[in-house]
């Protein structure tokens, strides 16, 4: 399983990480179908690093041609004038390898718990955090992502 992979080659590289946005959502125990895989990460340049070495080694590249020194040094102008939320990375040929690191939340800030995958023991996001973090984003499918999150409770 792709998520496992990710996981993995996070953890070789030694990344603080959790994942969160439909994944996350889907391990707490909510309906949620997804594609990409949503990371947070701890916001320094040494995980920025690390998280582009791991991805690469999956055979992954950026869909911006920005590398993890130019993400961690402009993230701000990144965010507010270029509408930036997440550094995406892709797979040239396979399109469900999707990944996405999100810029605009810092893993230090935010509370995990870990899940079993598997054979993997998971971080994700726990459902206050993600709850936040979808209220925040506000699009329809964070709204409905906010009350299948709210059922759990």
């Known amino acids: 399983m792709f998520l496992e992979e990710v996981v993995r080659v996070l953890r070789d590289e030694r990344v603080r990480f959790a994942v969160a946005g439909g994944f996350a959502v889907a ?7 997804t594609v990409d895989i949503d ?40 965010i507010e004038n270029r509408n930036l939320i997440a550094w995406n990375f892709y797979h040239p040929t396979d399109p469900t390898k ?20 598997g054979r993997s023991v998971i971080p994700i996001l726990d459902i206050p955090s993600l709850i936040a973090m979808k209220k925040a984003a506000n699009r329809p499918q964070d709204i409905e992502d906010v009350k299948a999150l709210e059922g759990l409770k």
């Open 27 to 33: 391990l707490h125990g909510a309906l949620r179908g």
């Open 39 to 78: 990371l947070v990460l701890a916001l320094d340049r040494k995980s920025m690093r690390a998280a582009e070495k791991a991805l690469t080694a999956l055979g992954l590249v950026s869909r911006l041609p920005i590398t993890a020194d130019q993400v961690f040094h402009f993230r701000k102008e990144y």
């Open 98 to 117: 999707l990944v996405d690191i999100l810029i605009t939340h810092d893993l230090r800030k935010l509370k995990t718990t870990q899940v079993r995958v």
